[in-house]
């Protein structure tokens, strides 16, 4: 019996991932023809919407965004969008976390969190494992401090969140490790590493 559970256990290990990804790529899907669907229905004539066009329509506008996005005026236009989103007390919350989020995983959000860094805090043996995000605090009115301080953010894991400390570059060591390999060691608490991967500690000394 024991055997048979340990069998189960290591298939359902095997298995579960997968159907987990499977079930939210699902969901996505379903929610983005449930939406775009419902908005052809009204404007199609009875009969001439079959299902999944929905979504076939809702790439049809990412991939021609995409594609506006590169002339001039639309990206005005969207700053202007955007501007005005901002505006708005309730919505300028949502819309500017959703699109900071978002921007984290593109290119040019992961070349802002390039540095890994260990936080080592004096007198404790415990450390953590972070990124720099801001180096200069000339244009935010902070409170000026002597010592030479970076923010860091600091991911927890198994959930969306984190602290942003300000620590003395004397507590940080650089780390030789990817963007995507530190925060896939983060999140899920050091259990899933790329094979590749080799990371390291830069010397004490050296300067992050």
Not at 54 to 61: D, K, R, S
Request: charged share 20%; net charge neutral; with cysteine.
């Amino acid at each position: 019996m024991q055997k048979l559970l340990k069998t189960f256990l290591s298939g359902l290990i095997a298995v579960l991932p997968i159907m987990i990804t499977i079930a939210v790529v699902f969901w996505l899907v379903g929610m983005i023809e449930s939406m775009l669907g419902e908005i052809l229905r009204l404007i199609l004539p009875t009969g001439a919407y079959w299902r999944g066009m929905g979504l076939f329509v809702g790439l049809l506008l990412v991939l021609a965004v995409g594609f506006l996005m590169r002339a001039f005026f639309f990206r005005e236009f969207v700053k202007w969008f955007e501007h005005w989103f901002e505006r708005i007390p309730l919505i300028k919350t949502v819309y500017g976390a959703v699109r900071d989020l978002t921007g984290l995983f593109s290119k040019t959000g992961q070349q802002q969190f390039d540095k890994v860094v260990m936080v080592q805090w004096p007198g404790l043996p415990m450390k953590l494992l972070g990124f720099v995000t801001i180096e200069d605090f000339s244009s935010l009115q902070f409170p000026h401090s002597e010592e030479d301080e970076v923010a860091v953010y600091m991911p927890m894991s198994y959930q969306i969140g984190g602290y942003t400390a300000f620590i003395p570059r004397r507590c940080l060591m650089r780390v030789d490790m990817s963007f995507e390999d530190a925060m896939r060691f983060v999140v899920t608490a050091g259990m899933s590493r790329s094979p590749d991967s080799r990371s390291k500690a830069a010397p004490p000394d050296e300067r992050v």
